[in-house]
């Protein structure tokens, strides 16, 4: 990325925020850091960062409450909000997700997939969102063709349906995002046509079967993300 980003990393640990800090500072991004929910504020409005690493139990104000009052701003609508947990309660991730969350890191991580995991999430802000060359993307072995409706897996052509490659073309929008089944329904069939949850399985189901199940991942409760 030619500009680097701003990252905040929020945690009540120090330990763990001087790691994170140690291994992303190497990458050249910006750091900054805070130790609880109020300090996150703070610095987020000081700050002005692309990413934060949110941790989800602090003391006093945890991780979901910071993300509900940064999202109060529509100036913080670009942040990306990826929360930092050792726990996998479905709630606790749905909660996290439905006040403005966009994903998950876990603990413990090593810093190779650390920094990897940032950088993929970095791909979908739009200061460093990935740029399509004359509509074209590559992700992985998957290569899609925006004008032309063509999606290759390995130089090998994978026939989809319409709707099918409408789907693909969203998930693969925002990689790591996970797009809840009413967005899904919203942008793929429209407001006017009456879908059930079953139409939508099905069609991931198929396209897990021709792309590879690998490529899309559900979140229980919530909806679909588009991996590689």
């Known amino acids: 990325m ?3 980003a701003k990252i905040l990393i929020v945690d009540d640990e120090k330990d763990i925020v001087e790691i994170l800090k140690y291994n992303l500072s190497k990458e050249g991004y910006k750091i900054e850091t805070a130790h609880d929910g109020h300090e996150a504020l703070e610095k987020t409005a000081s ?3 692309d990413l934060i690493v949110l941790d989800i139990m602090m003391p006093g104000m945890d991780g979901i409450e910071v993300c509900e009052k940064i999202r109060e701003d529509s100036n913080n609508n670009d942040i990306i909000i990826a929360f930092l947990t050792a726990r996998n309660e479905s709630f606790t991730q749905i909660s996290a ?3 403005g969350g966009d994903d998950f890191i876990n603990k413990p991580i090593k810093p190779s997939v650390f920094k990897s995991r940032i950088k993929a999430l970095l791909r979908r802000h739009p200061k460093f969102s990935l740029k399509e060359k004359e509509g074209e993307v590559q992700y992985g072995k998957i290569f899609i063709d925006y ?3 063509i999606v290759k897996k390995e130089d090998k052509n994978i026939s989809l349906a319409k709707k099918e490659f409408e789907l693909l073309s969203l998930l693969a929008s925002k990689p790591g995002k996970v797009f809840k089944r009413k967005e899904i329904m919203k ?3 429209g407001n006017d046509v009456i879908v059930g949850d079953r139409t ?3 069609h991931i189901r198929k396209l897990r079967e021709k792309i590879g199940k690998k490529y899309i991942e559900t979140l229980k409760g919530v909806g679909y993300k588009f991996s590689f």
């Open 200 to 202: 939508i399985d099905v």
């Open 147 to 149: 004008e032309k409706f």
């Open 187 to 189: 942008t793929v069939w």
């Open 97 to 99: 997700l439905e006040t």
């Open 47 to 49: 700050f002005h960062p």
């Open 2 to 4: 030619s500009k680097k």
